[in-house]
């Protein structure tokens, strides 16, 4: 048995080759021994099956699988194209400019939303990167702005990557 990553890094390929024709059922477990799924093959002696993990967390997974004679497992590591995103964004603070930077090193494959608070949690910028394969660099400006102190939120499909605070 093997588990291999694709092309698309939230689907995953299990490929089985077994000594003979059995009803196999496939599980795949998270690192709690939650049963994502389970699904039975029957009368088969090597199967390829995709395992998509779209929607699941960053962890690590166990396929179980299992026979009439024997039970074997693997496990592998999956990580969220957000989790691999956070990786990518840095968030700066220029003193000189009063002005906050966003960057990515890479491009990125999803829209990058920033949002901007200050002390009082008064929303003073809210802005979209669309997803792009160049790299970005962002600046805003806060001269001016009512605040002592930011909050700063890079967010991607609804999860934070990074946040900073500053205060000058």
């Given at each position: 048995m093997a588990v291999l990553p694709t092309k698309d890094p939230e689907v995953f390929r299990l490929i089985y080759k077994g000594d003979m024709s059995w009803n196999v059922v496939v599980t795949l477990l998270d690192e709690n021994n939650n049963v994502k799924?389970?699904?039975?093959?029957?009368?088969?002696?090597?199967?390829?099956?995709?395992?998509?993990?779209?929607?699941?967390?960053?962890?690590?997974?166990?396929?179980?699988?299992?026979?009439?004679?024997?039970?074997?497992?693997?496990?592998?590591?999956?990580?969220?194209?957000?989790?691999?995103?956070?990786?990518?964004?840095?968030?700066?603070?220029?003193?000189?400019?009063?002005?906050?930077?966003?960057?990515a090193s890479k491009g990125l494959r999803k829209d990058l939303v920033v949002y901007i608070y200050n002390e009082s949690g008064d929303q003073l910028i809210l802005d979209t990167v669309p997803a792009s394969e160049s790299t970005f660099y962002r600046v805003y400006n806060l001269k001016g702005a009512p605040a002592r102190e930011l909050d700063v939120h890079a967010v991607m499909s609804g999860k934070t990557l990074r946040r900073e605070r500053f205060t000058f």
């Open positions: 799924f389970e699904r039975e093959v029957k009368d088969s002696d090597s199967f390829l099956m995709p395992l998509n993990l779209g929607g699941e967390s960053s962890g690590t997974f166990t396929v179980k699988i299992s026979t009439p004679a024997y039970d074997i497992q693997k496990q592998f590591e999956y990580i969220t194209y957000e989790d691999r995103a956070a990786e990518l964004i840095s968030i700066k603070y220029q003193v000189d400019r009063n002005a906050v930077s966003v960057e």
